[in-house]
């Protein structure tokens, strides 16, 4: 998977890592276990994701897995989804602590998100798996 | 602003700015390092970590505080524990005459208190001296005022039996400070806390941990000892072991939803009850005929709309969706925009300075970000949508330009807080369009209606799915005006005596005058 929004078979990503990213987060799961993302929403950090040891943040049944991001798993609110679904997002790494409850990627960096508005194709391609 | 070869009176340089905190005739010193304030007294860490602080003025680091960790957390809360005894049970009359105190103190070092937390977040001095520090002093003294003036209630069940209820307070409670308004989120926190009779263990947002330092200091000598503790620290370490730590009462929490879903989490691990407010996308809408007349109210109605820079927007209730009714769009964004050029954007200390520095360096990269997926939905970028460069020694800051985006409402740009300095502005039809589109948010934290007409202001006020509504006026926050969220802009609410409440446990003692027996056994 690469920033272009599709692996090698065309399957068009909702989530995708950076280079970067997905070296912190290898970095993090041979520190400290299995992690997962959680993309938050509103005040202060909001629109952050939010990185947490694997299984500290209990999914909801309205929650929607977005995809993998170097092995661990990526979610969203439903309610933020609807409002999110017609981006890709692409976590990166940035510099500075990371705030909220999150953890960090790495000494003095945090996750971040950016976003990619789906083309019309990669559109239909969602629309269509 | 450095006042090495500049006269300085009272604490400002020639140019009229204050000199910046630690160097020679600033109002504020700076000590290198900070520990944390527990049981009265300056804790040095356990582990002996320290983390920088970074003024976001400069964008350089310009003391140290604590890295603390829960062995930290854990003195903190056997501090308050400590306390909660002699708290609990001191009079009214005592509890009331602390937090004045707490207050008179604060107000006397009013200018030391603004440039400190103007320096520790950015925002212009004009700000912290004439809302966030007078707001604080002034919600110790409405909150020492609504304890005493608290009754509780009881009721006759029949001629022989009486319940009563009693307050209680809760002990001691964990409470999470945001980092847009450091100093006054944390009066709107300690304030019901310790007037409901309860000691607080305090988590300053990480970015902010200084200011409120500087608060303890003012004040340590006049809260009793372990009332107030302050721990300083990522929140990922004590932040979770403050929220899910058995030995608190309560969490009291300001931030983004993910955060806020885990404190509950966590709250719901212990059984006991959260306060949280998570934000919100607020609308604030223009009726035609605020353009009836060209007039004083139209001049307030324009500042109303740009009130978005307030706090370069970093603001849970920053009005930052703007739906104005189409017949008036033209020439009433002609006027905002007009407004908007003439924002001064410049050294944070100067008090002509109207829009500061953002808070971090992740803040801007944030804003710059949501401009650019703005750009790709394709909204039209009216005014700003870059970086500010002011120069000098400002360079490295965190300066941002006021922006305003037009597009519509199912954009990113619409349906998410940037808490930047960032308008999205749309058009409405007519009272059923605004409503429509005011509503069409999963927030509900603020809004805002502007219009001549008193009727249509009511309607508006109801329809909208807020917890506050302002009418012909924005960003007011005066003691005394409850403040919380629908939806999922959080659970409770602040600002008002019912967080004694909140910050309370209800006693009943249900009792028989009666001396008969109910004959059953």
């Known amino acids: 998977m690469d920033e272009s929004g599709t692996d090698e078979q065309g399957v068009v990503a909702r989530v995708v890592a950076t280079p970067a990213a997905l070296e912190a987060i290898a970095q993090l799961v041979v520190e400290r276990g299995p992690v997962m993302f959680f993309q938050s929403g509103g005040c202060c950090d909001g629109s952050l994701p939010m990185c947490f040891a694997d299984g500290e943040f209990v999914i909801g049944s309205h929650d929607v897995l977005l995809g993998e991001v170097g092995g661990c798993p990526f979610y969203i609110d439903a309610r933020q989804y609807q409002v999110w679904k017609h981006t890709q997002l692409i976590l990166d790494i940035g510099i500075g602590e990371p705030e909220g409850f999150s953890l960090a990627a790495g000494e003095d960096r945090h996750f971040l998100i950016r976003s990619k508005v789906f083309t019309a194709a990669e559109q239909a391609v969602l629309e269509g798996s | ?521």
């Not at chain 2, 307070?169 to 709107?188: R, T, Y």
């Not at chain 2, 009779?197 to 006049?222: F, R």
């Not at chain 2, 401009?371 to 020694?393: F, K, P, S, W, Y």
């Not at chain 2, 502007?450 to 007011?476: D, E, F, P, Q, S």
């Open chain 2, 1 to 521: 602003m450095t006042a090495t070869n500049e006269t300085v009176t009272a604490g400002k340089t020639e140019s009229g700015a204050f000199v910046a905190p630690g160097q020679p005739g600033s109002v504020v010193d700076v000590k290198p390092r900070y520990e944390n304030f527990i049981g009265g007294r300056w804790v040095a860490p356990v582990r002996g970590q320290y983390m920088k602080d970074i003024s976001p003025v400069t964008g350089r680091p310009f003391t140290e505080v604590a890295k603390s960790t829960p062995e930290d957390v854990e003195l903190a809360l056997d501090a308050a524990h400590a306390a909660k005894g002699a708290w609990g049970e001191a009079s009214l009359a005592e509890r009331a005459a602390v937090l004045n105190a707490i207050a008179d103190a604060i107000e006397a070092h009013l200018t030391m208190l603004a440039v400190a937390e103007t320096w520790d977040n950015g925002k212009p001095v004009r700000e912290t001296l004439g809302a966030d520090i007078p707001l604080a002093v002034d919600h110790f003294r409405y909150f020492a005022g609504a304890t005493r003036s608290l009754e509780g209630r009881s009721t006759e069940i029949d001629k022989d039996t009486v319940a009563y209820h009693f307050h209680e307070p809760l002990g001691v409670v964990g409470q999470i400070i945001p980092f847009n308004f450091p100093l006054l989120m944390a009066a709107w926190k300690i304030a019901p806390a310790l007037a409901a009779g309860n000691c607080t263990v305090v988590k300053p947002a990480s970015p902010t941990p200084w200011s409120i330092l500087k608060l303890a200091e003012v004040i340590q000598d006049i809260v009793p000892l372990g009332v107030l503790n302050i721990v300083t620290g990522p929140g990922g370490e004590i932040g979770k072991a403050l929220a899910s730590s058995p030995r608190i009462a309560k969490i009291g929490f300001t931030g983004e939803t993910t955060t806020g879903r885990l404190i509950m989490q966590y709250a719901a691990e212990n059984l006991i009850p959260s306060t949280v407010e998570l934000g919100g996308k607020s609308p604030n809408i223009f009726f035609a005929d605020v353009m009836d007349q060209d007039d004083e109210f139209l001049d307030k109605a324009i500042e109303g709309l740009v009130l978005y820079a307030f706090n370069k927007g970093e603001v849970c209730t920053c009005p930052s969706r703007a739906l104005i009714q189409e017949s008036i769009y033209d020439k009433f964004m002609t006027r905002c925009l007009d407004r908007i050029r003439k924002i001064t954007q410049g050294n944070p200390l100067d008090p002509t300075t109207m829009m500061g520095a953002q808070n971090s360096a992740q803040q801007l990269e944030k804003i710059t970000g949501y401009v650019d997926i703005g750009r790709q939905e394709g909204a039209e970028v009216l005014i700003g949508g870059e970086r500010t460069d002011i120069g000098g020694e400002f360079k490295d800051g965190y300066y941002y330009e006021p922006t305003v985006l037009k597009g519509h409402n199912d954009m990113r740009v619409f349906q998410e807080e940037i808490f930047g300095p960032v308008l999205a502005v749309t058009t409405f039809t007519d009272e059923a369009d605004a409503v429509r589109i005011a509503n069409d948010t999963l927030y509900g934290l603020g809004a805002g209606v502007w219009t001549r007409n008193g009727n249509l202001a009511y309607r508006m006020g109801r329809a909208i799915k807020a917890g506050r509504v302002w009418t012909n006026c924005y960003h007011l926050y005066p003691a005394g005006a409850a403040f919380g969220g629908y939806k999922i802009s959080g659970v409770g609410r602040e600002n008002h005596q019912m967080m004694l409440e909140h910050y309370s446990q209800t006693k009943n003692l249900l009792v028989s005058y009666s001396t008969k027996p109910l004959g059953l056994f």
